[in-house]
């Protein structure tokens, strides 16, 4: 299994970017996606998270409200749109695949990831 981020880019402050994660290969109903984002300097940070059947959705509070994270109908693809957009959020962001059918904000818990796509919020 191989997971590809992109999306990312260049966007004013309060525009939006909506993030894509492909996902090849074969993978299990139990499973969690998960968002992530490290800026300069910095340690690698929870943003989102989904349940694989998609009906379950977590949130670090500095996003709440203006990330939403979903799944594509062909079960090979999650999104994460944000909008409204700050500074704050400027950061290599990554997808992750957790194998197991509980939530976790830790990266450490997380089985394989994807190589990072950058979003670059302008002032």
């Known amino acids: 299994v191989q997971l590809q981020a992109s999306g990312g880019g260049l966007v004013q402050a309060g525009g939006s970017l909506r993030l894509s994660c492909v996902i090849s290969?074969?993978?299990?109903?139990?499973?969690?996606m998960g968002w992530f984002r490290q800026a300069p300097g910095k340690e690698r940070e929870f943003v989102a998270a989904i349940s694989w059947s998609g009906a379950n959705t977590y949130y670090a509070g500095s996003v709440r409200g203006r990330f939403t994270i979903s799944r594509g109908n062909d079960n090979d693809e999650v999104y994460l749109q944000m909008n409204s957009l700050n500074p704050e959020d400027t950061a290599v962001y990554y997808c992750?695949?957790?194998?197991?059918?509980?939530?976790?904000?830790?990266?450490?818990?997380?089985?394989?990831w994807g190589q990072g796509t950058q979003v670059t919020v302008s002032s």
């Open positions: 290969g074969r993978t299990s109903s139990t499973i969690h």
């Open positions: 992750a695949m957790r194998n197991s059918p509980f939530v976790s904000r830790r990266r450490s818990e997380y089985n394989l």
